[in-house]
């Protein structure tokens, strides 16, 4: 079977990014939306067990997905910090409402900031994560959450973005578990956007007499994927889709939920 992405670490052509995904950031669409937050609930975060280089904080979607995560993570370098519902855009609020705003305060306090509007002073090196990771969930809502997160980091911790320390965590939207008829070998394969979902269920219908179908996912949120699923293809830095949020990517999202900083 010809794979758009497989367990071995052979990644699919499209970056996941604001520029190229099925949810456009502009127009009439689900992202197109007020920028008013949903209340948002402080949850705790489930640290590591060192901190410093080599280390890596997740930011997840919702208390289900913090838990499925952190139940994979290498508890020794690997924390996790979940947000509910839409943050704030901390673009356009002003400093003093961000400062307030519960989980930029979690997450400057991950981070070992003294607060969250006050990190222009602080070395990249004296931070407790090496690098932040967004891992949300691969629709509309996930993306939306992604781009108002990475506007905070933008206004008030620009330097972990120009020295590629945020990335972007991508989850498959869909896989088959796979297995050869003439040899039985067993090989996962994951699909990353609609259409290649799309491509995966044809290529695995029209090449029938080559392969048995064993297991098939569909996404419905980090939780509900297999544990070993979720450690192989966005936790273990092996073997995860994970990307640098580029300066193309960043500018896609001002385009559309910028402005001029209260």
Known sequence: MAAIAHS???????TYDFVSNP????GSGPLAMSMAPRAQACLQLIDSQRHGAGCELFMVEGESAAGAVSAVRDARTQAVLACQGKPLNAWRASAARVAAYPLYAQLAAALGWPSPVATDGMAPAALRFERVLLLLDPDADGIHIGALLLLYLQRFAHVLLAQDRVFMVRAPMAGLRVAARDTGEVEDVWAYTP?????????AAAQGDRWVV????????LASLPPEVLRETCVEAVTRRADVVTAAQMQAVMDVFGGSPS
């Open 214 to 221: 064993l297991r098939e996912w569909g996404f419905r949120g």
């Open 195 to 203: 259409e290649q979902a799309r491509a995966l269920r044809e290529r």
């Open 8 to 14: 071995g670490g052979v990644n699919c052509d499209q």
């Open 23 to 26: 949810y456009k950031l502009a």
